[in-house]
C-alpha cells in the first residue's frame, strides 16, 4: 500500500531536504520503491539527487501548469536509487499561476494519483513556508514528517504548524496526520539540545522517532556531490542515523 508523506515545517534550515533525500536514498536501499517529488523552486532536493535543476526539459512545473502527465516528468536516474520528480526556480511561476485557479490545493493530488500506486512510499519536499505549493502537497499527503532542529523557536514553530495541520485537515484534507517528528542537528555536547529533546518527547511521546539525526559534516557535505550521504560516505553517523528512520518509517507503515 502507498504511502504519500510531506517532508515539511514552515521554518527554514530544519533539514527537510536533507531529511527528504536521505530517507529517499535509505528506504530504496531497503528494497523499496521510493519517489522523491521536489515542491520547493530551490530544486535543493532534485540537485542533492544528482539532477541538475538547470539542464530541466520537464519538471514538476509542466505537471502543474501545463498539464502534463506527471509519469513524462519522471526522472528514474538519480544517486539515491529511488526516482524523482524534479523542480528548480519555475516552479515559482507555478505557484503565481495557482492562485488563480479553481481547486487550485489539489492539482498535485490530482497528478499524483496517475503514478503513486506504482511506489511504496512518495516522500514530498515542502518549501520552507505555508503558500499554495504546500498547501498542494499536505492535500496530496497521507502525513507530515516534521524535522525539527533541537533549539528553543523550534517548538514554537512546531505549535503553530501543528495548528495548520489541524485546519488543513478540517478543510482540504480529512486523513491528513503527522507521520512523526525527527529531530535534527543534534549536539548532545550542547544542554539546550538536550532540554529542547526532553520537551518534545514529554510532549508528543510516540509521534517523536527514537532516531535522532546528529550534526553531521558529511551530511551536509553530500549535497554539493550530488549524493545522499549514505553514497558519499556510507561510514557516517548521518549516513547510519538515516537508515535507522527508515527502519522506523518501514515500521510504523
Known sequence: MTKVIAIANQKGGVGKTTTCVNL???????????LVLDCDPQGNATMAS???KFDLSKSITNVLIDGLNIKDALVTETEGGFHLIPANEDLTAAEVNLLDKYGRES?????????KYDYDFVLIDCPPSLNILTVNALCASDSILVPLQCEYFALEGLTLLLQTVEQLANAVNSK??????????YDNRNRLSTDVSDELKNNFGDLVYDTIIPRNVRLAEAPSYGKPAMYYDK?????????ALAAEVIEKA
Request: no cysteine; net charge positive.
Open 24 to 34: 529517499a536514498a535509505s528506504l530504496a536501499a531497503m528494497q523499496k520503491k521510493i
Open 50 to 52: 544528482g539532477v541538475s
Open 107 to 115: 492539482f498535485l493530488k490530482k497528478a499524483l494519483e496517475n503514478i
Open 176 to 185: 491528513l496526520k503527522i507521520e512523526g517528528i525527527l529531530r535534527t542537528m
Open 235 to 243: 561510514s557516517s553517523v548521518g549516513s547510519k542515523a538515516y537508515l
